[in-house]
Nanobody, 120 residues
Framework: HVQLVESGGGSVQAGGSLRLSCAVS????????MGWFRQAPRKEREVVAR???????AIADSAKGRFTISRDFAENTLHLQMDSLRPEDSAMYYC???????????????WGQGTQVTVS
């Protein structure tokens, strides 16, 4: 059974950086399409970035040029490097995984509990 645990969130000033991590247990991160999503209060959950099992990445327009998604096979971890953060990036950030679905929607099977990012 795959479990996902996010970490790395926090409070940062606009223009700052954070690096989110999603530790994967129960299976190899390389076997999954992995995604980062976020949800702000009173807003729908939206995709931020995703990486296929083969390593192909897709970044939301709002995050292009600022966020980078990557995997660390040795640590079995997914990362999201977030630079040039803006107040509108404030949200709960979730990682998600699926063996077969790899779209930009939220139909992933496995989800973490989330980590809060606040940009002021």
């Amino acid at each position: 059974h795959v479990q996902l645990v996010e970490s790395g969130g926090g409070s940062v000033q606009a223009g700052g950086s954070l690096r989110l991590s999603c530790a994967v247990s129960g299976d190899a991160v390389s076997r999954y399409c992995m995604g980062w999503f976020r949800q702000a209060p009173r807003k729908e959950r939206e995709v931020v970035a995703r990486i296929s099992s083969g390593g192909t990445t897709a970044i939301a327009d709002s995050a292009k040029g600022r966020f980078t998604i990557s995997r660390d096979f040795a640590e079995n971890t997914l990362h999201l490097q977030m630079d040039s953060l803006r107040p509108e990036d404030s949200a709960m950030y979730y990682c998600a995984a699926d063996r077969w679905f790899c779209g930009l929607g939220s139909a992933y099977i496995h989800w973490g509990q989330g980590t809060q990012v606040t940009v002021s």
